[in-house]
């Protein structure tokens, strides 16, 4: 009879911990832009910067390399916010990182759109690139901020 008792009453804490949490909803907003296959890396990981008119200018961050493959982003900034997010470079060796990357690159273009900045959630499964492509988009910011 003790034992049922503590059962029941570690069931029922567990329940409304779970019930308690908050799901995960990624934001809908912003305009955002993959480019499906990887560039070929034409800047061989130094950042470049090009000003356009109307205070827009695309910066392209480092190409971070990763245990998969290399990552890299071009990050489009009209005045002081980010407009739009292509990804350059990806893992694509094998079908599974390809399988992988289609998922995860739309997800983290998303979340940095969203944010506004490259202090985003990994994405689930793809570690590796989600820490490639936030070191890469922080390093356009970077950029962006010194001119």
Same mark, same amino acid.
Request: aromatic share 4%; charged share 15%.
């Given at each position: 009879?003790?034992?049922?008792?503590?059962?029941? %009453?570690? #069931?029922?804490?567990?329940?409304?911990?779970?019930?308690?949490?908050?799901?995960?909803?990624? %934001?809908?907003?912003?305009?955002?832009?993959?480019?499906?296959?990887?560039?070929?890396?034409?800047?061989?990981?130094?950042?470049?910067?090009?000003?356009? %008119?109307?205070?827009?200018?695309?910066?392209?961050?480092?190409?971070?390399?990763?245990?998969?493959?290399?990552?890299?982003?071009?990050?489009?900034?009209?005045?002081?916010?980010?407009?739009?997010?292509?990804?350059?470079?990806?893992? #694509?060796?094998?079908?599974?990182?390809?399988?992988?990357?289609?998922?995860?690159?739309?997800?983290?273009?998303?979340?940095?759109?969203?944010?506004?900045?490259?202090?985003?959630?990994?994405? %689930?499964?793809?570690?590796?690139?989600?820490?490639?492509?936030?070191?890469?988009?922080?390093?356009?910011?970077?950029?962006?901020?010194?001119?």
């Amino acid at each position: 009879m003790r034992r049922a008792v503590i059962t029941a %009453s570690a #069931t029922a804490a567990g329940v409304v911990l779970l019930l308690s949490l908050k799901p995960h909803e990624p %934001s809908t907003t912003g305009a955002i832009s993959t480019t499906p296959a990887p560039a070929p890396a034409a800047t061989g990981g130094t950042a470049s910067a090009a000003p356009q %008119s109307g205070g827009t200018r695309t910066l392209t961050g480092t190409a971070v390399n990763t245990r998969y493959g290399p990552v890299q982003v071009r990050v489009t900034m009209d005045g002081g916010a980010i407009s739009k997010i292509d990804v350059i470079q990806y893992p #694509t060796r094998d079908r599974r990182d390809r399988e992988i990357n289609t998922y995860a690159v739309p997800q983290l273009n998303q979340e940095a759109m969203a944010a506004q900045s490259a202090h985003i959630d990994v994405v %689930s499964g793809a570690t590796y690139t989600s820490d490639g492509y936030t070191r890469s988009l922080q390093s356009a910011l970077d950029q962006a901020a010194k001119q």
